[in-house]
Every structure is written in structure tokens, then in C-alpha cells.
């Protein structure tokens, strides 16, 4: 990896922290465990939903214990709203089963102690890891994915191989806030479907306007 291609990347970070200044995780929580639960309900679903569920589940269920021993029907009941409600209130009661019987209730901090938690993949690990416990994490969804293949930081399809080439391309210190920063681009200018190219504050340093004005 070359210098001068590391300085243009954080050159264009630089220009969406000025965008993005308060640019930070979406999911409410309060500790560890709710931050780890409330990202096993992202999947499939919005922040903003998830936030509107989680005040009662977390009142219901304050920790592990008391979430591994909860009466499915009632969890199911509680985040319904949030899609595929049956397979996440499995995985919830069995993640906390495991935290409660292997780490006495607490969060791991460790990547592959988290991953070994039932439902938990290296997003929701990162996740966690970045947000909670302050370590050099980058996560890659779907938003990350799509704007580091836009900016030619990345050929890799799969998310695993994208956090790959990233981390390698950025400095530890800039990896949480890095996702952050693209999760943000991806939700208000640069879209799936539509991206807003000609407000966009990158300009030039985009591949992507580069091509749609030489056209």
C-alpha cells in the first residue's frame, strides 16, 4: 500500500468529518450488553426502529441472566417489530445463556470470544468492540461496503474481505470512526440507488464523479 494513496483516503475522511462532525453509533444503549443486543436487532432493520424497542426489552430483561431466562413468547412479543423476531430471540436468550454461564454476564472484549456468541458475526462484534470498549474496530455494512467500492479503496465483495483491505489501508486509530463516517455518507448523500453526486461534498477526490462527468 502506498503512502500517497493512504493520504488521499484520509484526505477524503478528512472532508466527512467536517460533513459528519457528530457522526457516532445510532443504537441507544447504556452499557456492553444492551449495545451487543440492540445490534442483533439491526440486522435487517432500521436503528430507528430497533431504538423504539429496546427501552421495554432492556427494562424487562437488565441483564444476562434475567434475557436467558426469559419466556420466548414474551421476548418474541417485545421485538416483533424488528423482522425475523423468532430466530432473534433465540440467538438473544442463547447469547445471554452463554454470557451468563462462560463470562459471568459480562460482554467479552475479546473478537473471537464475541463471535462464538450464538447470532454474533464480526459486525456486530466490531460493533461492540469499537463503540464500548474502545478498540480499533471496522465495521463493515452494507453502507461501508458500497461506498469503499465506490471510492477504490476496495475490490472485495464479501464484507470480511472489505474490512480486510481496509484496515490495511487506514491506520488503527481511524477504523471505528471510519464506519461511522461512510454509514453516515451512505445514509444522506451517497444511496444505493440514487446517489446525490452533484451535492456531494467530495467532489473530485470520488472515482465515481470523476466517470459521470467525463461522460
Known sequence: MSRSRQQATLQLLAILERCYPDA??????RNPLELLVATVLSAQCTD??????TPALFAAYPDAAALAAAECTRLEELIHSTGFFRTKARNLRALAEVLHAEHGGEVPRELEALVALPGVGRKTANVVLGNVFGVPAMVVDTHVGRLARRFGWTGAKNPEGVEKELCALLPERCWTQTSHLLI???R???KSQQPLCSGCPIGELCPRIGVTRSR
Open 184 to 186: 453516515f455518507h451512505g
Open 188 to 190: 444522506q448523500c451517497c
Open 24 to 29: 457516532h453509533c445510532a443504537l441507544n444503549h
Open 48 to 53: 430507528v426502529r430497533v431504538n423504539l424497542v
